[in-house]
């Protein structure tokens, strides 16, 4: 079955930096755009970033542009989240998810890994 297993997370100061990695497994990678998704704590889901199967296109919130990169290495099957000037409204589980297409406009995160925990704290 489809796997993505998030890891690099954990505690950081304000202004700094975290990479965190996806690990997926199950299907065919490069067949698929990935996404990164956040949820802080008592708040709902946020998309943060997505990328095309080939990395030629990628995509960010507003609040994160200039700050995070996304990148992929389809031969490792891996998926990245670099995250520069963490700010403390950064704290949050952060999931990597498989993007799917639903019809000829629309994408959706069909599978989803179980997050990791960036805490942005001093």
């Known amino acids: 079955e489809v796997q993505l297993v998030e890891s690099g997370g954990g505690l950081v100061q304000p202004g700094g930096s975290l990479r965190l990695s996806c690990a997926a497994s199950?299907?065919?990678?490069?067949?698929?755009?990935m996404s990164w998704v956040r949820q802080a704590p008592g708040k709902g889901l946020e998309w943060v970033s997505s990328?095309?199967?080939?990395?030629?296109?990628?995509y960010f919130a507003e609040s994160m542009k200039g700050r995070f990169t996304i990148s992929r290495d389809n031969a490792k099957n891996t998926l990245y989240l670099q995250m520069n000037s963490l700010k403390s409204e950064g704290t949050a589980v952060y999931y990597c998810?498989?993007?799917?297409?639903?019809?000829?406009?629309?994408?959706?995160?069909?599978?989803w890994g179980k997050g990791a925990l960036v805490t942005v704290s001093s």
């Open positions: 998810a498989r993007d799917v297409s639903s019809s000829w406009y629309e994408y959706h995160m069909d599978s």
């Open positions: 199950g299907f065919t990678f490069d067949d698929n755009p």
């Open positions: 990328i095309s199967w080939d990395g030629g296109d990628t």
